[in-house]
């Protein structure tokens, strides 16, 4: 099913169904003879068990690669296109699998990459630096054993512990073909020297370069799979996986970091979720507050404001009247003349003046559909529509002006 979907019935056994309410993912509601009615809940994804395989998609039925794109983009400030291909399966699990693999083969054909780690450690002899303050505070009087510091050349790096770390999640996943599940057991073994990650810590920072340039891809998808996808498995316990993704979120951070990134061609600065007072108070507990995807700035003041809207419903009625009287507490509260009402969706661009005031909002569509180039060209084109507009403001003479 996808986003758009009013709910499905199908039969499921409680411990299913209670994984897929558990997941986030969609809303199973019973309806007795073990039959559930199944509802989206405005996230995207995959439930899977040995049994069960349950599937919300992106509205316009975006295939992986978007997804991917889109979840990569902010992770990645020296992106590229082809940092994020993945193979399209008719399910998410398939395509994520032999993604994964695929790319982990080339990564790993040449062995893991090695790197500098720096290590610290109590020692007899000095090695590297002797850390003084460590010694001073640990040995007091003591001359050994030592606090020293020093650089080791290891496969024991962060871009190997990531890798394992997804390797070894998607392993766990129940359903995956044999041949591909073999794969992946390989080049999982390739890094058994490697520290495996602990479950629940943050990943290992780690910063592209031409060194590990040939990790990029791999590394962009295993944080991806690390930090959208859970697998369990053990001893009694059904194994299970999910991958669920909230597309609101991912679509505002995705719109907001590409505008930014445009803007720098632009005099001024852009800040992202600006939050601004909306009314007159004495007290902090009167005063009301708005926040706002995307400010830019123009010597210290606002000249234009967007807001970005992934819609799981319709766009029209109830729900873009309220997205309208949205921008506008924007645009009072910021004393800006145009606000930009940023769409997934494809469409038309439409501008609409509001009765009574000098406000105009813009709805902007953006087609997620397209390929990745065209999605940030669009945004590009976004920015350089905006910044025309700033301009224009500017650079208007006002009516009321001093006649000679």
């Not at 996808?2 to 499921?12: A, M, P, R, T």
């Not at 897929?20 to 995959?46: D, H, T």
């Not at 930090?227 to 999910?242: L, M, Y």
């Not at 720098?264 to 600006?274: D, T």
Request: charged fraction near 25%; aromatic fraction near 6%; proline fraction near 5%.
């Amino acid at each position: 099913m996808d986003e758009l979907s009013g709910g499905i019935v199908e039969k499921l056994d409680p411990d299913s169904a209670a994984l897929l309410n558990s997941s986030g993912l969609a809303k199973a509601s019973p309806m007795g003879m073990g039959l559930y009615r199944i509802e989206p809940v405005g996230k995207v994804g995959s439930v899977r068990t040995p049994t069960v395989q349950f599937e919300v998609r992106p509205k316009d039925r975006l295939g992986l690669s978007r997804l991917l794109f889109l979840l990569s983009y902010a992770g990645d400030q020296g992106f590229r296109e082809d940092s994020v291909a993945a193979v399209e399966h008719q399910d998410l699990w398939s395509a994520l699998a032999e993604s994964l693999a695929q790319l982990a083969e080339r990564a790993l054909s040449r062995g893991p990459l090695q790197g500098y780690l720096t290590v610290d450690e109590s020692l007899r002899t000095v090695k590297g630096r002797i850390r003084i303050s460590d010694q001073i505070s640990r040995r007091p009087g003591m001359l050994v054993p030592l606090e020293v510091s020093y650089d080791e050349f290891t496969e024991d790096i962060a871009e190997n512990r990531i890798l394992r770390a997804a390797l070894e999640r998607m392993c766990k996943v129940p359903g995956v073909r044999s041949n591909v599940l073999s794969r992946l057991r390989q080049l999982k073994g390739k890094l058994d020297a490697v520290t495996r990650l602990q479950s629940g810590a943050p990943l290992p920072r780690w910063r592209a370069s031409r060194m590990n340039l040939r990790y990029h891809a791999v590394l962009r998808l295993a944080e991806v799979i690390l930090r959208n996808a859970s697998a369990e498995a053990g001893e009694g316990r059904q194994q299970t996986a999910s991958f669920v993704v909230d597309m609101s979120s991912v679509f505002k951070e995705f719109v907001g970091l590409a505008m930014r990134k445009a803007m720098r061609a632009h005099p001024g600065e852009m800040r992202l979720q600006y939050g601004a007072t909306l009314n007159e108070a004495v007290r902090d507990s009167d005063r009301l507050t708005v926040r706002p995807d995307a400010v830019h700035f123009l010597g210290g003041r606002p000249v234009v404001v967007y807001d970005s809207k992934y819609k799981a419903a319709t766009d029209s009625g109830a729900s873009l009247n309220a997205d309208h009287y949205q921008m506008l507490a924007y645009c009072t509260a910021l004393q800006v003349p145009t606000a930009w009402l940023v769409y997934a969706g494809k469409g038309e661009m439409k501008l609409r003046r509001i009765l009574n005031t000098d406000i105009d909002i813009v709805e902007y569509p953006l087609d997620l559909s397209l390929p990745p180039a065209d999605i940030l060209a669009a945004v590009d084109d976004l920015v350089q529509q905006s910044w025309g507009e700033v301009v224009r403001q500017a650079l208007a003479v006002p009516s009321g002006g001093a006649s000679g």
